[in-house]
Each structure stands twice: as C-alpha cells, then as structure tokens.
C-alpha cells in the first residue's frame, strides 16, 4: 500500500485538480445556457420567418418547420457536447496524471486508457467463451512483490446491436506464473447442457476434469489440454484458491487461466473500479481515491495467491 509520502503527494495533485475542476464548472455553467441557448434561438427565429410563407392553418407545424426543430433538436446536443468539453478533457487528462501516482506502491507502474492490453492476446478463449467485439477501459501495468502484472477492465460481446450477449465484464489480471504450465487450463463458470453438448460436437480439443470436491465442480468446470499436469493442480491448490476466491468474491464467479507462462485472474464485474466522480463533484481522497488503493491492492494480492497454484514448493 502507498507511504505517507504517496498519500501527501496525491493530496496536493487532488488540490491542484480541485482548482482547475472548480474553473472548469464555472465554464461549463456558462457555456451549456450559451451555447444551447443561441441555437434555440436561431431555431425560433428560422421557425417564425418561415410562418412569413406558411399556410395560416401550418404555422409552426409545416413540413419544413419539423425538419427545422429536427436540425436543431441535434444542433443543440452537439453544441451540449461542445460546451461541456473542457470539463470532460481535464478529467481524462487528470486521470493520466492522476491514476499513476495513486498508483505509486506499484513498480514500474504505466497508466494506458482505452488501449488493447499487450497480454490480452494470450488470454486463452476457453476463458471468455466467443467474443467477436472487445473494448477496453483503464490498464494498468507494472511489478508488484516479486513478479510483472498487467491490470486492465474489458467488456467482451458476442453479436451485434440488441442481439449481442456479454461474454466477459470485468478486471483481467494478467502475470507471471511461478512455474509455467504445460499447455492450457482454464477454469470457468459451469456452461449449460446445450453449450457443452455443442462443444463436443465440434470436437474441442480441451478435456474435462474434476476436483473431486462435488460444491466447486457444481460451481466450475475445469477444462485443459494437458490432463495429466492439470489434474494435481485441479484436484489441490488450484481447488484452494477457488475456493477461497468463492468466499471473497461473491458476485459471479471468478475464472482462472494458466497458459505456459502466463496466468489470468478474471474478476467478472459490472462496476468501473478506477472511475472519478462527475466534474461536479469535489474529489475527495477517503471517499473516491482510498477505495481505488484498496481495490487493486485486493486484486493484485488475490493475483499473487493464485500465481502460487502451480509451484512446485
């Protein structure tokens, strides 16, 4: 967790904040009645030289007056977005700023936005399930402890428009396996019967295995494509973890992943865990910024238990 001399130092960044946010709001309170309130304006002013030519029993209801309020019903959300931009562009920019230095108990640390995560094309699919769209929020990179991570938030769906089903919503953790794995294993919230029935169909080349312990095999499915390496971790210290991960982690189940080298820890979650209050909103270090630290110090220590599922000691 971050020193005294981290925690003095991100006060004085939320007091810097907190006086370009005041300026910002001041801005915005302006410009939003300004900016809408001339393009209402015009609108009124277009609507009533149009009655000039109208039929009298048309006025204010013509076909071009509805394209004209149409113009400029868009014209003023627009002009809305306009108006409030100084005050979205320092917050994100205060993030950049911001999120690192919170962040500062944590080696090495980078603070990326929006970016696709350089380990995310490890992630084994069997994970997540199919997903043909993904979009990623704040990652965080750097060494906690002993070993190299790489925290991000992603959405990953499946289709397109209304009939798109969420696959994965959450924080991934990735990082360095104590000891690598021999291929893949993954261990997943229990599919249905239709799900595994086609997935046999088609011929995946992952197997099913048990833990032995008929609670969490309820709960999880363990699949890989090495059985006889997965099975004493399936059947003890990966079974601990989840087990423990099932006691702290309440909402939907947490997943693991092992692929050689790397491992996941995805923590399904509908929330924005690294997300500032409104610009109009004062930040305040206990209420917004204390619980952040505390989250991801939670997370990478979860991260750090389950790293030790495949070590040999």
Do not use: C
């Amino acid at each position: 967790m971050p020193s005294e001399t981290v925690i003095a130092g991100i006060r004085k960044n939320i007091e810097a904040y907190e006086a370009a946010r005041a300026s910002a709001v001041r801005q915005v309170r302006w410009r939003v009645p300004v900016f809408v309130g001339l393009a209402l304006i015009a609108v009124a002013v277009v609507a009533w030289l149009f009655n000039k030519v109208a039929d009298p029993n048309e006025q204010w209801v013509s076909t071009p007056h509805v394209f004209l309020y149409v113009i400029g019903f868009a014209a003023s959300i627009l002009l809305y977005f306009q108006a409030v931009k100084p005050a979205t562009r320092l917050q994100q920019s205060f993030r950049n700023t911001l999120l690192p230095i919170i962040f500062g108990f944590i080696r090495d640390v980078s603070y990326q936005h929006g970016e696709r995560p350089n380990s995310f094309d490890r992630l084994p699919r069997e994970a997540v399930g199919p997903f043909n769209r993904q979009s990623f929020d704040d990652v965080i990179s750097g060494r906690y402890d002993t070993f190299p991570f790489e925290l991000y938030e992603a959405e990953l769906r499946e289709g397109t428009g209304k009939g798109s089903s969420t696959a994965f919503k959450g924080v991934i953790v990735a990082f360095e396996a104590i000891e690598p794995f021999a291929g893949i294993l993954v261990a997943t919230r229990r599919s249905n019967a239709v799900v595994g029935f086609f997935r046999g169909v088609f011929g995946s080349k992952m197997q099913d295995l048990q833990s032995g312990d008929a609670l969490l095999d309820a709960a999880y499915e363990f699949r890989t494509d090495n059985i006889e390496a997965a099975r004493p971790l399936v059947t003890g210290r990966l079974a601990q973890a989840l087990r423990w991960l099932g006691e702290t982690w309440r909402d939907d189940p947490a997943r693991v992943a092992l692929n050689g080298s790397d491992g996941f820890l995805l923590l399904p979650q509908g929330k924005n865990f690294f997300e500032l209050p409104a610009i109009s909103v004062p930040l305040d270090y206990q209420t917004h910024v204390a619980p952040m630290i505390s989250d991801i110090g939670a997370m990478l220590a979860t991260a750090a238990l389950v790293r030790k599922v495949g070590a040999r000691d």
